[in-house]
T-cell receptor
Framework: NAGVTQTPKFQVLKTGQSMTLQCAQDMNHEYMSWYRQDPGMGLRLIHYSVGAGITDQGEVPNGYNVSRSTTEDFPLRLLSAAPSQTSVYFC???????????????FGPGTRLTVL | GQQLNQSPQSMFIQEGEDVSMNCTSSSIFNTWLWYKQDPGEGPVLLIALYKAGELTSNGRLTAQFGITRKDSFLNISASIPSDVGIYFCAGLTSGTYKYIFGTGTRLKVLA
């Protein structure tokens, strides 16, 4: 298993540009999440999904969209990039005990985004 | 937004010393996770805890799920240089699908 994969690893955008951060997992996990990590702030939840076709907002959703058309993929879209969105973005997944698995959440390697 | 209180924020220790850190919350959690993050990498899961009072070990690491279900503790015995990194706790409330993370403990080991 590749686990949780993210692309790209690095990205530089200009203010106002849009882009999609890709996330995929091959563990058949129901739950997937996007976090951003800023210095001294820990990990903050942006959006999450409890299954294909179901998404919900986390703590800091403004400026981001998500969709979950398949169990494996959970892309994060930046609609109009702003310097405040400069951060490291992590995707994570876990099976969930309701789905018959533990609540152990695994992370991807991250995407480092800079918005100029 | 809600975050867990994690302490200490950072610590310098001598190689070979034992390390203790903790995480506290005003909310009750049903699952606690402890992660380690190396520079430039994603967090890696160290230990998962599912029952109040549970004590679980993973090599030199031992974590405990607090009896009140509002706290958790991580101990590292006989620290070595590769223990350097940021340690995060995370809690999950029953019936939700959102993990809440601590702000991290930055560990620096002096050889």
């Amino acid at each position: 298993n590749a686990g949780v994969t993210q692309t790209p690893k690095f990205q530089v955008l200009k203010t106002g540009q849009s882009m999609t951060l890709q996330c995929a997992q091959d563990m058949n996990h129901e739950y997937m999440s996007w976090y951003r990590q800023d210095p001294g702030m820990g990990l903050r939840l942006i959006h999450y999904s409890v299954g294909a076709g179901i998404t919900d907002q986390g703590e800091v959703p403004n400026g981001y969209n998500v969709s979950r058309s398949t169990t494996e993929d959970f892309p994060l879209r930046l609609l109009s990039a702003a310097p405040s969105q400069t951060s490291v973005y992590f995707c994570a997944s876990f099976p969930g005990r309701l789905a018959g698995g533990p609540d152990e959440q695994f992370f991807g390697p991250g995407t480092r985004l800079t918005v100029l | 937004g809600q975050q867990l209180n994690q302490s200490p924020q950072s610590m310098f220790i001598q190689e070979g010393e034992d390390v203790s850190m903790n995480c506290t919350s005003s909310s009750i959690f049903n699952t606690w996770l402890w992660y380690k993050q190396d520079p430039g990498e994603g967090p890696v899961l160290l230990i998962a805890l599912y029952k109040a009072g549970e004590l679980t070990s993973n090599g030199r690491l031992t974590a405990q799920f607090g009896i009140t279900r509002k706290d958790s503790f991580l101990n590292i015995s006989a620290s070595i240089p590769s223990d350097v990194g940021i340690y995060f706790c995370a809690g999950l409330t029953s019936g939700t699908y959102k993990y809440i993370f601590g702000t991290g403990t930055r560990l620096k080991v002096l050889a």
